[in-house]
């Protein structure tokens, strides 16, 4: 009984996923005129989730778990398409500061806004009691992924 219990859990995964980043995909691309793909609102979300000084290459590479010549070239995209802007530090010209342009601040907020609809749209499908289960159970899942990423299972 239990492999057909994983069958499904398979299944809903992977249609979850996948549903999840078409819809994300769909809403966006409706939502307003840009040229950014998925990934590049997620670094534009993860660059406007920095302090006020901006976001490292490193510290975007490490909050998603990609290596640093991948945010290297997004990160060139993104400045050339106009939605960040690079500045060195002045104490260490080494370190090179990732912010976002006024349009690259616009964009964040039209994905800030996809996602606490979808969180809305979600959320009004249950009640309090089936919330808190939905919350522990994506809890869990998180907690068991972030393991297998670390290899620690």
Do not use: W
């Not at 994983?6 to 819809?23: D, S």
């Not at 490193?58 to 690079?86: F, R």
Request: with cysteine.
């Amino acid at each position: 009984m239990k492999s057909e219990y994983l069958e499904v859990l398979n299944k809903l995964f992977a249609e979850t996923y996948n549903n999840i980043g078409k819809y994300e995909e769909t809403v966006l691309s409706c939502s307003s005129k840009h040229n950014l793909s998925l990934n590049e609102f997620h670094i534009v979300e993860c660059i406007g989730s920095g302090d006020e000084k901006g976001r490292t290459i490193g510290d975007i590479a490490q909050h998603m778990s990609v290596t640093l010549p991948t945010i290297t070239v997004a990160v060139n995209k993104l400045e050339k398409k106009g939605y960040v802007t690079k500045a060195r530090c002045e104490k260490d010209g080494r370190v090179v500061y990732i912010t976002l342009t006024r349009m690259g601040m616009k964009m964040n907020a039209a994905h800030r806004y996809f996602h606490k609809h979808m969180v809305r749209t979600v959320g009004d499908k249950f009640n309090d009691e089936e919330m808190e289960i939905l919350i522990r159970c994506m809890s869990t899942l998180n907690e068991i992924f972030i393991k297998v990423k670390d290899n620690e299972l």
